[in-house]
């Protein structure tokens, strides 16, 4: 079964302070895609990083970066030097095997509330 | 480009009253999925329509239903409504479902949500 465990309910820094998110999934499929989206107070889910099962490089994105480890499982979030405005929900989700829908499901996790205080 | 648009964006109901409620996906987008978010479950799939047709469904109760119209935008329905149901409702538009297009894939783009209260 798909599935996929935020085990940081909230986490609380001091703005400038690297954080970093966890994220961890269970998925019986060889092909899959992994998200981070961002869920601002206002309700709107923004989407900031996809990726494909088959890329396991590392990738950085101004102050954001993503760490995918196939061996683990894990899709971990980082944001470095953070700010007041990072502060949010922070959802990894995964999406639906190939080849039982169109893929377009996804299965999020608990999400993580992130506060940045100055 | 105009993004994913929902009304209304807050709504009160009672219980047992029904509620619809829409979606405008980002032009040229066919594909629209709608998903549930309550602080007990966190964020359910409901199910998604790409050309008018349904391609998934979650695991919801039949009062839960939805259709898509020729110019791609989406409705939801849910009839009798329960406590239950209060819930922030998000609709998510795509280009095409997502892997049919692999190995790319068509990100979905989600809507501000529709805050739905059920008294």
């Known amino acids: 079964a798909q599935k996929v465990t935020q085990a940081q309910t909230e986490i609380s820094v001091v703005e400038k302070e690297d954080v970093t998110l966890d994220c961890v999934y269970e998925?019986?499929?060889?092909?899959?895609?992994l998200f981070w989206y961002k869920q601002p107070p206002s309700g709107e889910l923004v989407f900031l990083i996809r990726?494909?099962?088959?890329?396991?490089q590392n990738e950085i994105s101004g102050r954001y970066s993503w760490n995918f480890q196939k061996s683990t499982s894990s899709f971990n979030f980082t944001i470095t030097a953070s700010q007041v405005v990072d502060s949010a929900v922070y959802f990894c989700?995964?999406?639906?095997?190939?080849?039982?829908?169109?893929?377009?499901?996804?299965?999020f996790g608990e999400g993580t509330q992130l506060t940045v205080n100055p | 480009k105009a993004g994913v648009t929902q009304t209304p964006r807050y709504l009160i109901k009672t219980r047992g009253q029904q509620v619809t409620l829409s979606c405008s996906p980002i032009?040229?987008?066919?594909?629209v999925s709608w998903y549930q978010q309550t602080p007990g479950q966190g964020l359910q799939f409901l199910f998604e329509?790409?050309?008018?047709?349904?391609?998934n469904k979650g695991n919801f109760p039949g009062r839960f239903s939805g259709r898509q119209f020729s110019n791609s935008r989406s409705e939801m329905n849910v009839s009798t409504l329960e406590l239950g149901d209060s819930a922030l409702y998000l609709c998510?538009?795509?280009?095409?479902?997502?892997?049919?297009?692999?190995?790319?894939?068509?990100?979905?783009?989600f809507g501000p949500g529709t805050r739905l209260t059920v008294l």
């Open positions: 998510a538009s795509s280009l095409r479902s997502g892997l049919r297009s692999y190995p790319s894939y068509n990100e979905q783009f």
């Open positions: 998925t019986r499929d060889t092909t899959y895609y």
């Open positions: 990726r494909n099962s088959f890329d396991e």
């Open positions: 989700a995964l999406s639906d095997p190939r080849g039982e829908t169109s893929g377009s499901r996804l299965t």
């Open positions: 032009s040229g987008h066919r594909s």
């Open positions: 329509y790409f050309s008018e047709t349904q391609r």
